[in-house]
């Protein structure tokens, strides 16, 4: 879906040395759920954190032991009535994993999972749900490992991820098959065998296999390990690691965590939870926050191409009308373009097309609402949202609708609707780019030869790419579904939404990546170089070392895919830390 691409094994090995995360279940934020995804850092629960995690299982216990506890003692959905045998609790647990582990459709990229991951054993952090400690540890510890479940794409209307999560739970349990950071398939591993049974009958036969030639054991070999061994109670890898500094073979070869005897107790209290949406925002947000930053330096070469107006972005102006966004973007465009607070009135036309004049109104709230998301991305990511809540200071399990992801979806549409804005404005100054009453060159940027279409081709790419961000913009709240008998009669379709915003990041950088060619090669044509001490500038210099000179007729489709590839780029310039 993303136009990123960090599922490779050496981005992954490479994080496993590149520094920690701290979870601690309440202010882990999008950039750490971001790294973690991408294996730019090790996962380490904090230790106040499982403090919380073991007394919330504990109490859970208790109240479930003593009465009726939805998912626990009684079936889920329209079964909410229908209690549990005591003789039958463990098995019930199983049962509801495999049941719900039916999520359809293709298989996610590893990026996604682990942003899942890193998300549930933070949430579990919050101390909310009354799951085992070790199921803590057995997330991290794939985190670090760089292994990651099989988990499809389809099973959630935004009220909790409870088919991509089951999935989780019986890869965790050794009923599901994990993958490795080469994305190898790795066979489900077999229960382990201390501890409650965990399954019974065929349903385990011919799954005790692990990768064949990784150093694992096969079924009947393996030796329990304890994740609080060699004083490494946060890191959860026991005989793995024996200090900070000395890592051992199996780090970063995709080894799957040891099987997790799950129960009654534990299931629900995982699969409760929009821990794959939540990651997906995430990574959503932090790669189109980024390109939107980086459109602005686009915007800014664009300017300059067409001896653009500075009046648009001066001070006073959003002194007047006093947006936040607004205000910085019009101060980070002085900023670029080396422009005055008051800049004087050009010489020649009054005012620009709106491409120019309105970045700081359309960029502005499209910041806005970057930040408005990320605002309810960290209260989701570090919030105990389970059903029932678990609150061991009042022993007491309460039932509630805090898996309802309204907030979420609302934030995720407004957002997509305002990077599309954004997106049409890039394509709206393609368009002044290819007139000559602004360029003082020929139509379309073309060269010498007579009825040279020149870059004419890129308006209709895109065009065509803008036309998807706007389907994908098309509001994912508006959706409506009653299930399980009518007890469960609507759905926030958050999930439809941060998939849709994912799939918003290719088509947006390649129509900003049209825009970045043409605004390029007027430059050239016009022979202007912005001063190499701007941040516009060190731009200009960036995309000439990577789009080529020839500017005759011919394929464009190379260009656009290094420009677009080049974005990253420009969003570190935008933030004044180009490297």
């Known amino acids: 879906m993303s136009s990123r691409n960090a599922d490779t094994p050496s981005a992954v090995v490479a994080g496993l040395t590149a520094g920690l995360v701290v ?52 079936g889920v959905g329209a079964n909410r009535n229908e209690d549990v045998p005591t003789e039958a609790a463990a098995e019930h647990g199983l049962r509801l994993l495999r049941s719900h582990a039916g999520a359809i459709g293709e298989e996610l990229p590893a990026r996604q999972v682990r942003a899942m991951l890193a998300v549930r054993a ?29 988990v499809n794409e389809f099973g959630s209307v935004g009220t909790g991820d409870i088919a991509a999560l ?21 066979p489900a ?19 005790g296999e692990r990768l064949a030639g990784q150093g694992v054991p096969a079924q009947g070999q393996g030796q329990g390990h304890d994740p609080f061994a060699q004083g490494l109670p946060s890191l959860g890898l026991g005989e793995r690691v024996t200090s900070f500094g000395e890592e051992v073979s199996s780090l970063g070869q995709g080894l799957p965590p040891e099987p997790q005897p799950l129960d009654n107790n534990d299931a629900l209290a995982l699969i409760s939870s929009n821990a794959l949406t939540l ?31 500075h009046e648009a972005y001066a001070a006073p102006v959003h002194a007047a009308r006093p947006h936040k966004g607004s205000a910085e973007v019009s101060r980070r465009m002085r900023e670029l373009i080396g422009a005055a607070d008051r800049p004087t009135p050009p010489l020649g036309r009054i005012q620009d097309p709106y491409g120019f004049r309105c970045v700081p109104q359309i960029h502005g709230p499209a910041q806005d609402a970057a930040d408005a998301l990320e605002g309810v991305l960290v209260v989701e990511i570090n919030a105990a949202a ?47 780019l290819n007139e000559p009453a602004y360029t003082r060159l020929r139509p379309f940027l073309a060269d010498h030869e007579p009825a040279s279409s020149g870059v004419m081709i890129l308006e209709y790419a895109a065009a065509a790419a803008l036309g998807d961000l706007r389907a994908f913009s098309a509001p994912a709240s508006l959706g409506h579904a009653v299930l399980s008998r009518g007890v ?23 129509v900003v990546g049209c825009e970045l060619v043409s605004a390029v090669r007027a430059l050239r044509q016009r022979d202007l170089r912005p001063d190499p001490a701007l941040p516009v500038g060190r731009a200009m210099e960036l995309a000439e070392s990577v789009l080529g000179l020839d500017q005759t007729d011919r394929p464009l489709t190379d260009d656009v895919t290094a420009a677009a590839a080049l974005l990253d780029r420009f969003t570190d310039i935008w933030r004044g830390s180009e490297s």
């Open 386 to 432: 389970e059903n029932p809540l678990i609150s061991p200071e009042d022993m007491a399990a309460y039932h509630h609708g805090g898996f309802y992801q309204a907030q979420l979806a609302l934030a995720l549409d407004h957002f997509r609707l305002a990077v599309t804005q954004v997106a049409r404005l890039s394509t709206s100054r393609l368009s002044t």
């Open 488 to 510: 469960e009669e609507q759905a926030s379709f958050a999930s439809l939404a941060a998939r849709q915003t994912l799939r918003a990041c290719g088509a947006y950088r390649l």
């Open 122 to 150: 933070n949430q579990l952090l919050a101390g909310g749900a009354g799951l085992r400690p070790t199921v803590v540890t057995a997330l991290c510890e794939a985190l670090e490992t760089g292994a990651y479940p099989v």
């Open 23 to 74: 979870l601690d279940g309440c202010s882990t934020g999008v950039a750490d759920i971001v790294r973690l995804a991408d294996g730019a850092a090790r996962p380490v629960p904090g230790t106040e954190a499982m403090k919380r995690v073991e007394q919330s299982w504990d109490a859970a216990r208790q109240i479930a032991a003593t009465g009726r506890v939805y998912g626990r003692s009684t």
């Open 279 to 309: 990651g997906q925002s995430a990574l959503a947000l932090d790669e189109l926050r980024g390109l939107i930053e980086a459109t602005q330096v686009v915007a800014a070469l664009s300017l300059l191409a067409v001896d653009g107006s």
């Open 189 to 207: 591993v077999s229960a382990v065998p201390s501890g409650p049974p965990v399954s019974s009958g065929p349903r385990s036969q011919g799954q």
């Open 166 to 186: 089951a999935q989780v739970g019986l890869a965790l349990v050794g009923e599901h098959p994990w993958r490795g950071p080469d994305a190898s398939r790795t």
